[in-house]
Nanobody
């Protein structure tokens, strides 16, 4: 399994922006599809976005609606999630995850490695 460390979370007002980062330890990072998930208190963890290893194709949950953008820098073994136009309902712990040569799955079970999460809090 790969070690993943998220950062960049914080507290913002509605309409604000944050940029989350996830640094990976594995030198074969470029062979991993990277996913972002989130979990609000009392709710199940849900898919947010993924960026595929082979061509950096991106996939997003419907609720993102063009507000979030996933990207990756393979030279730095880091994946990013830009969060714009944040809403109070985006408040959650955000987790990155890695899926070896994955297709960009929405399913949590397809991801082998997980970070510890970073908290995003959006106030109205």
């Amino acid at each position: 399994q790969m070690t993943l460390v998220e950062s960049g979370g914080g507290s913002v007002q509605a309409g604000g922006s944050l940029r989350l980062s996830c640094a990976a330890s594995d030198r074969t990072f470029n062979e991993y599809t990277m996913g972002w998930f989130r979990q609000a208190p009392g709710k199940e963890r849900e898919f947010v976005a993924a960026i595929r290893w082979s061509d950096s194709a991106t996939y997003y949950a419907d609720f993102v609606k063009g507000r979030f953008t996933a990207s990756r820098d393979n030279t730095k073994k880091t994946v990013f999630l830009q969060l714009n136009s944040l809403k109070p309902e985006d408040t959650a712990a955000y987790y990155c995850a890695a899926d070896l040569r994955g297709s960009g799955s929405y399913y949590l079970g397809d991801y082998e490695s997980w970070g510890q999460g970073t908290q995003v809090t959006v106030s109205s």
